[in-house]
């Protein structure tokens, strides 16, 4: 059974950046980060394949958001950089297997959620 247990987020102004954390135990095959704002669908922000270190990006996330996986650690990274209030919502890590990557249905373990929230 994975479990995780996510860290970091809080506040910060546009333009600068944050760091996510998440470790996990169990063995996990494909891990991806998602975020949830006020009102809206749960969206893919990017993901790994632990085996291969293969990633995928959505589009919001692309050129200022990097996923890395510590193996060592057992823990995710999700490196936020260029933030803007858009950014703002719930973060989630979650494991699971298969495809879509950045489709919630493709995982079913998740963590506990962290806020991150960007002001202007």
């Known amino acids: 059974q994975v479990r995780l247990m996510q860290s970091g987020g809080g506040s910060v102004q546009a333009g600068g950046s944050l760091r996510l954390s998440c470790t996990y135990s169990?063995?996990?095959?494909?891990m991806g980060w998602f975020r949830q704002a006020q009102g809206k669908e749960r969206e893919g922000v990017a993901a790994?394949?632990?085996?291969?270190?293969?990633?995928w990006y959505g589009a919001s996330a692309l050129g200022r958001f990097t996923i890395a996986n510590d193996k060592d650690k057992n823990t995710l990274y999700l490196e936020m950089t260029r933030l803007a209030p858009e950014d703002t919502g719930m973060y989630y890590c979650?494991?699971?297997?298969?495809?879509?990557?950045?489709?919630?249905?493709?995982?079913?373990?998740w963590g506990q959620g962290t806020q991150v929230t960007v002001s202007s």
């Open positions: 979650a494991s699971g297997f298969g495809e879509p990557m950045l489709q919630p249905s493709t995982y079913d373990i």
């Open positions: 790994i394949r632990i085996s291969s270190d293969s990633r």
């Open positions: 169990g063995r996990t095959s494909l």
